[in-house]
């Protein structure tokens, strides 16, 4: 017994050094500095605008809903106009994020010019506590910038009492957020901080009401600097964000097209003041420089029937309108988007192969990585077959677990072993390496090989022939005890049926045969391409032959390709 404590005491201390050792010195000593801010530090007194946006919106004659619907993460929420819970306990943290963004004043047209003017002030009047959840960073970041693009826009024409409280709680939130940048956190919280002062000190210099310009001013040029430096860093030269996750991606892809619009904007303006216009120049020149590859990364990484292979951290139908514009290309030939390890290849009609032979990425910030390398999705006559699990759930520690695991995704493996070490919501130890990845364009081969933390080592060989996909794995070197497995999950639309020495997959119509010399077994399973939402689906699992056998092979055939 006193063994087993001490291997599992000796466990946690190598989960948490390698998890530690990843990190940016910042990443360390800014959390202790972003929590004593937060804890002790106050940027001002909201309850004089909190009284000043009551009395507005008690002044509003226009038509308001009475009851309002809120639907988030599949997930819906109604409240009565007088009775909006801003911070509703009743909900997950993601959900309440979600209300807080205020993404509907410019995504939905269920609600009225006048409802939208009313949210707005209801939020200002019930939120001057800026400890609380709804003024935290990220959630600020994203409100400040739905607010004045809806102020730019539909809400354009408002009076100038509307528009002076709103650019006063923009000013008094981007003072909290100048103050809380999430220097520890990095990746896309860090960018969507930067980007929200970017495009805030912008709308605040045009705002006669903000007598404090010189602020504005040091928050503008604060922030084209850092901006600058994270689209260089952030961006790979194939086009992908470096967090890998295609729904991530979408997200900065858009905010990086705000970037320089805005950027555009206040160049054409004019309104240079005290700043250094070569860094404003700088950055739009950037954001011009990347946004093409962004979106060629992107149309690469959609199925035919326009959404995203759900590598990482993704879930389906997250993208604006805007981005859904960007369209699908039909997509023949391949593609090998070397920095950020995927592979793409489409032939046919309608017939999409993606691949993860890339590590985890950054390796100072992989919380929104998963052990899915090796792992791929396949389309079928614009059909998507096999599916990524998905990601459920961040609050949920045990469905978020689930999606982590190397067990939720179609790769080969050592039963109950897993490629990196995840842990806690967003955490990984120790990780898995890509030693090589390369594809024979001559032999239409895509082979890749991976090594597990613990050691084992994995290949896989991806054969295109006419009408058949051959998947050939090997576990070339063996540290860990386990049945050696392949695993295959099928989307949950799909009907899954065994027979002699196959498997077919069918829908309407439309019939795929997976052929093998494994042993193999079908299990029942869960499927989560959305957030909140949870499908029954099917995992198709591969055994070796012998317990000692070290090779799997099976084989998809087409009707036609």
Not at 93 to 109: A, I, P, T
Request: charged fraction near 25%; proline fraction near 2%.
């Amino acid at each position: 017994m006193f063994e087993a404590g001490r291997i599992v005491i000796v466990g946690k201390i190598t989960k948490i050094f390698f998890t530690l050792y990843y990190l940016k010195p910042v990443q360390i000593y800014g959390r202790i500095i972003f929590l004593f801010k937060r804890k002790f530090v106050r940027v001002g007194d909201f309850c004089y605008i909190a009284v000043r946006a009551r009395e507005l919106k008690a002044s509003l004659t226009g038509h308001i809903d009475n009851q309002l619907v809120f639907n988030f993460l599949n997930l819906q929420r109604s409240y009565q106009k007088d009775n909006i819970l801003w911070k509703d306990v009743q909900h997950d943290k993601l959900w309440r994020y979600n209300l807080n963004y205020f993404d509907f004043l410019n995504n939905n047209l269920r609600y009225s010019f006048d409802t939208k003017i009313y949210l707005i002030l209801d939020w200002i009047e019930k939120n001057t506590n800026e400890r609380s959840e709804t003024w935290e960073p990220y959630v600020i970041s994203k409100r400040v910038v739905n607010w004045i693009k809806a102020l730019n826009c539909e809400l354009k024409c408002l009076s100038n009492e509307f528009k002076q409280i709103v650019a006063e709680s923009v000013f008094d939130q981007c003072k909290r957020l100048f103050c809380d940048i999430e220097y520890h956190i990095q990746a896309n919280h860090l960018l969507e901080n930067l980007k929200a002062l970017f495009i805030s000190s912008i709308f605040l210099l045009n705002c006669a009401s903000i007598a404090n310009k010189k602020t504005v001013i040091k928050w503008l040029d604060f922030s084209t600097k850092k901006l600058l430096k994270q689209l260089e860093e952030q961006i790979f030269e194939d086009g992908a964000h470096y967090e890998l996750s295609p729904m991530y991606h979408e997200a900065i892809m858009l905010g990086v097209l705000e970037i320089k619009e805005n950027a555009e904007y206040f160049l054409k303006e004019g309104r240079q003041g005290a700043l250094d216009i070569n860094k404003i120049e700088s950055l739009q020149s950037k954001a011009e420089e990347v946004l093409p590859k962004m979106k060629e990364w992107l149309l690469w990484m959609k199925h035919p029937d326009g959404e995203i292979a759900l590598f990482n951290d993704s879930a389906l139908k997250v993208s604006t309108s805007l981005l859904k514009k960007a369209g699908v290309i039909k997509k023949v030939g391949w593609r090998f988007l070397k920095e950020s390890g995927y592979f793409v290849k489409g032939w046919g009609n309608g017939n999409y192969f993606v691949m993860d032979c890339g590590d985890i990425s950054p390796a100072y910030q992989p919380a929104h990585s998963h052990c899915d390398t090796l792992s791929y999705e396949l389309s079928v006559n614009g059909r998507r077959i096999i599916v990524d699990t998905g990601c459920g759930s961040y609050q949920d520690s045990e469905i978020r677990q689930e999606c982590r695991n190397t067990s939720a995704h179609n790769v080969p493996m050592v039963e109950q072993i897993e490629q990196s070490e995840m842990w806690g919501t967003f955490r990984v130890g120790r990780r898995s390496r890509v030693i090589n990845g390369e594809y024979n364009s001559k032999n239409n081969i895509l082979t890749c090989r991976l090594k597990d933390y613990h050691g084992n080592v994995f290949l896989r060989g991806v054969s295109f022939v006419e009408n058949l996909l051959i998947i050939k794995d090997s576990l070339e070197r063996r540290i860990c005890k386990g049945i050696f497995l392949s695993l295959i999950h099928v989307n949950s639309y799909v009907d899954v049926k065994k027979e002699d020495n196959s498997i077919s997959l069918e829908i309407n119509g439309l019939t795929v045969r997976v052929s093998t010399e494994s042993r193999c077994e079908i299990r029942d399973s869960f499927y989560y391409p959305e957030f909140g939402k949870r499908e029954e689906n099917k995992i198709i699992v591969f055994y070796s032959k012998l317990l000692n056998e070290n090779e799997i092979q099976y084989t998809f055939q087409f009707n036609k390709l």
